[in-house]
């Protein structure tokens, strides 16, 4: 078993063909289905599965993907670690965010970080906060924005700011220059089913509201669709959104609905020295 072999048994479950991960190992595919075939016959198991549409992991195949997904891990951690001994941060920062994040909050630590570390090369890729705290459990992440309460994972405050009702220019509460939740009792809702969602139900929850949820939706931006198109009333948060929302307008929450951001590793004690930095500089940065 080698080393090559777990890197290329971790890009066929990753990306899932045979093809596209040769495209992105720099291998051919038929090298690439060599290394998985000799892996199969070396642990005496079936790792995927093939059918017309593409492969799939049997039960085997998984269990090995997380080893060798630990153990490539572990040997990026011991090479940055001994560079950071000698006083070097090098390697891989793989950074997860959400979107409404990204151009507001992330890509100002990014520059930062970037300037004072150029050696180190960034990932960065963009999900819904269950898809964020997944990578970071499974080791595809190093650091991730989470919406807080995080659970489990090691944060550090990133932004806290308002929730805001979304709602049709024409919609008659825009007459209002506040919205209460129970404004929006009894009209359709739009959910999102994102990080924002535990923190809208607990508030209706206080609030003693129910919400007649008609449709669900994942980002603010699918949300801000429906909402023009007049399929529902909504809340998002404030960050991110965009400064012409054509045929959508805003109003502030009574009371008011904030939602905090922070930067999450899975362990402030072993996560990666480039995880460690970036962690480190959003401490010296003021945002």
């Not at 890197?7 to 990753?14: D, G, P, S």
């Not at 630990?70 to 950074?95: F, K, M, P, S």
């Not at 520059?111 to 459990?137: C, K, M, N, S």
């Not at 807080?148 to 929730?163: E, I």
């Amino acid at each position: 078993m080698t080393l090559a072999q777990l890197r290329v048994l971790v890009a066929v479950a990753e990306h899932g063909g045979f093809t596209t991960a040769a495209d992105h190992t720099g291998m051919s595919q038929p090298a690439v289905s060599r290394a998985v075939a000799a892996l199969e016959r070396e642990l005496g198991a079936t790792l995927f599965v093939r059918h017309r549409d593409g492969i799939a992991l049997t039960e085997a195949g998984r269990r090995a993907v997380a080893r060798a997904r630990e153990a490539l891990r572990h040997l990026d951690l011991i090479r940055a670690d001994v560079a950071a001994a000698n006083g070097q941060i090098t390697g891989e920062l793989r950074l997860a965010s959400l979107p409404s994040a990204t151009g507001t909050l992330v890509a100002k630590l990014l520059r930062a970080f970037t300037d004072r570390y150029p050696q180190v090369r960034v990932r960065l890729f963009e999900g819904v906060d269950d898809d964020i705290r997944e990578w970071l459990h499974r080791g595809a992440a190093e650091v991730g924005v989470v919406t807080l309460p995080a659970p489990g994972l090691h944060t550090v405050h990133l932004s806290t700011h308002d929730m805001v009702a979304v709602l049709p220019a024409d919609h008659p509460l825009t007459a209002r220059p506040a919205i209460t939740l129970a404004d929006l009792a009894g009209r359709p809702f739009i959910l999102t089913t994102a990080g924002c969602r535990p923190l809208i139900m607990g508030a209706a929850l206080t609030a003693q509201v129910q919400l007649d949820i008609a449709f669900e939706a994942g980002g603010p931006s699918a949300i801000l669709e429906m909402v023009a198109a007049g399929l529902g009333v909504s809340i998002v948060p404030a960050l991110g959104l965009p400064a012409d929302l054509g045929t959508v307008v805003t109003r502030p929450l009574e009371p008011k609905m904030t939602r905090s951001l922070a930067l999450a590793v899975p362990s402030a004690d072993d996560c990666a020295p480039t995880a460690r930095a970036f962690l480190d500089q959003l401490g010296a940065f003021t945002m």
